[in-house]
Structures are given as C-alpha cells and as structure tokens.
C-alpha cells in the first residue's frame, strides 16, 4: 500500500511541476476533465520524458521533475528493492494518467488496428521511463534509514534482572518465575 500510495503522489506532484516548469499550455479536454489538465497533460508529457530530456528548452523540467518525483518516493519508500517496486508503480499509474490523456485527446485509439500493441508500448514505456526516479530516490531511503538507526535507542550490553529474593534472570520478564513477585507494569 506504501508503494502505491508513492507513486501516486509523486505521478501528481511531479506532473504538476513539469507542467508550470515548461509552460504547457491547456489543451481541449472536455467539461469534467479539463478540471484536471493539468495533471493529464503533464502525465502524458512525462511519458515523452525521453524527448524532453535532448530538447535544450525543456530538458530541465524534466529533469527537475523527475528528482522531485524520485524524492518523494524516497520518502515513501524503504531501502532496497521497495524503492524499485514504488518507481515502477508510480510508472503503471503514469501509463493510467496519460493513457486517459492520448484517449481524450485522439477519439480513434480504440478503432485502431495497432491499439493492443500501442498499449503495450504505452505501458513499458512508462515503466521504462519512471526508471528516472531511481537515482534520486535510492539516496533518500539511504538518509530516512541512517537518520532512523540514529534516532533509536542503542542496544543493552547486557540485559539482567535481579529480584528481590535473589532470582537473576538474563531477561526482563514482567513477573519474577521464583516469588511471583511483578518486576515491572507495561
């Protein structure tokens, strides 16, 4: 669920910051949807990111957009392979954004002959292109865990109870086993 909920917000975040970063313009989506052009548009440009990035006019929203978007799965995210499965979740609901994008946009996708093999690039490509995240969001997982381990209470050299009647136990039980007597409330 962790994952999920990171790759959808940082897919709206970050669609939302290319879309301010290189001035996209709205284009003509119908009533309920031109509400959210900007996050359709903006996903639909992200899945272009490939383009974006060799164009000198462009290639730093891009850019700037996919580390935003790599940070906030890191902060979602846990080190190692959870960090993978948030980029490539964030990818499936980059392909869902901008799928609905191309669909509103080009009234005959579906009557194409191609459009299950248009999907299936349409999907791997997404994937493919979330990829982008990973160098931004491995260092932050790297952070959150070392910032974690320094937050949490070091480890006893050696844990041992003594009672009052002479039992030592190599624990911290609640009661002592010997006299029954409570060693400590929780």
């Given at each position: 669920m962790r994952?999920?909920?990171?790759?959808i917000i940082s897919v709206l975040i970050g669609s939302t910051i290319l879309v301010v970063l290189i001035n996209l313009s709205e284009p003509s989506y119908l009533w309920p949807y031109n509400v959210i052009w900007f996050l359709l548009s903006g996903s639909d440009a992200l899945r272009l990111s490939l383009d974006g990035f060799f164009n000198p006019s462009t290639s730093l929203g891009y850019i700037l957009s996919w580390i935003v978007i790599g940070v906030v799965i890191g902060l979602f995210s846990k080190k190692g392979w959870n960090t993978v499965r948030s980029v490539l979740w964030a990818g499936l609901i980059l392909g869902?954004?901008?799928l609905a994008s191309v669909l509103l946009l080009t009234?005959?996708?579906w009557?194409?002959?191609?459009?299950?093999?248009?999907?299936?690039?349409?999907?791997?490509?997404?994937?493919?292109?979330?990829?982008?995240?990973?160098p931004s969001a491995v260092p932050i997982t790297f952070i959150i865990e070392?910032?974690?381990?320094?937050a949490e209470a070091p480890i006893p050299e050696k844990i041992e109870t003594t009672c009052d009647c002479g039992a030592v136990f190599k624990s911290n039980p609640l009661i002592c086993s010997e006299c029954g007597k409570q060693l400590r409330d929780d």
């Open positions: 994952n999920l909920l990171a790759g869902i954004l901008s009234a005959g996708y009557e194409s002959p191609t459009r299950n093999i248009d999907l299936l690039y349409h999907f791997v490509g997404c994937a493919i292109i979330s990829l982008c995240a990973i070392r910032v974690r381990k320094q």
